[in-house]
């Protein structure tokens, strides 16, 4: 990758304004003796008030983290990571998809498998924040994605696409972290995406196509709250959990 291309990367893009600033919410109280770690929970009995009263509230207390990157540069390798390192700390929204499933993915852990007719009628009944189409297929995070990670007391993490991104970006009330996955070139990303043979070459096209659209949202100002390099491995799982758990910890208890 040229030094130019590298530098947009490296770059932390600044936190926008909206995100910093405290919204209109509840958030925990102020750590006391008992409650000192960012990802402590809250008291049992206020979140159990909180989920009955409002789901969505329990989830902007656990501020969700968005990830998102090209189809390839590896946010479910990093991801899957980070689950097994904090088995009781995220909980990962599982989308709803129109795409067949591949070899190893199981239905309800890796996505929820669902036909078009499914999808369309979960879109009508209003059960989705986000929703967008990708290639040829659908691809959306259902309300009762988020609604489940936060009855588990867990921070959510959302692996999604761009214009789910700008959904939720727009979704003040989800209190959300955004954080973007960067291949070190797109001759790597292309490497990796026929590396990891699960790609026809027309849709191999279409997702490297899609891509150069991903990076260059990336490079808009305040689009994401940290871009992360995924060239070596193990640099980019540090910056990456470095942003998801120790990056909460200064905003935790706002
Ligand atoms: P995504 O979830 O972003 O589509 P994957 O996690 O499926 O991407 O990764 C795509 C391929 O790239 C996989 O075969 C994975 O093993 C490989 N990969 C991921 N990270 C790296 C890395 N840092 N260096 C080399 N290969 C990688
Ligand atoms: P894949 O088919 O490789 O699993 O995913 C293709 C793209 O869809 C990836 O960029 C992934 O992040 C994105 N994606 C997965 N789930 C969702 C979702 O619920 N909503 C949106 N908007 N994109 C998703």
Redesign the pocket.
């Known amino acids: 990758m040229s030094s130019a291309g590298m530098s947009i990367y490296a770059l932390a893009v600044s936190t926008p304004s909206f995100l910093s600033v405290p919204r209109n919410l509840t958030y925990p109280r102020k750590p006391t003796q008992r409650q000192q770690h960012p990802l402590k929970i809250e008291p049992k009995s206020r979140i159990e008030q909180m989920l009955t009263t409002n789901p969505i509230q329990t989830v902007q207390n656990f501020r969700p983290v968005v990830i998102s990157?090209p189809?390839?540069?590896?946010?479910?390798?990093l991801l899957k990571r980070l689950f097994a390192e904090y088995p009781d700390k995220f909980g990962f929204s599982v989308s709803h998809t129109t795409r067949s499933p591949r070899t190893g993915e199981i239905d309800g852990r890796d996505y929820n498998f669902v036909t078009r007719e499914s999808f369309q009628s979960l879109i009508t009944a209003n059960g989705f924040i986000e929703h967008a189409q990708f290639g040829s297929n659908l691809y959306g995070t259902s309300v009762a994605a988020i609604k489940s990670v936060a009855e588990q007391e867990r921070i959510c993490i959302l692996d999604i696409e761009m214009e789910g991104v700008k959904q939720v970006k727009g979704r003040e009330d989800l209190n959300a972290r955004f954080v973007f996955?960067a291949p070190p070139s797109m001759e790597e990303l292309e490497r990796?995406l026929r590396?990891?043979n699960t790609e026809t070459e027309d849709s191999l096209q279409q997702r490297l196509a899609q891509a150069r659209n991903e990076l260059a949202f990336s490079q808009t100002p305040g689009a994401h709250d940290k871009i992360v390099v995924?060239?070596?491995?193990e640099q980019?799982y540090g910056e990456l959990k470095e942003f998801i758990v120790d990056g909460g910890e200064s905003r935790w208890w706002n």
């Open positions: 990157g189809s390839g540069t590896g946010k479910s390798t996955l990796r590396g990891r995924n060239d070596d491995l980019a």
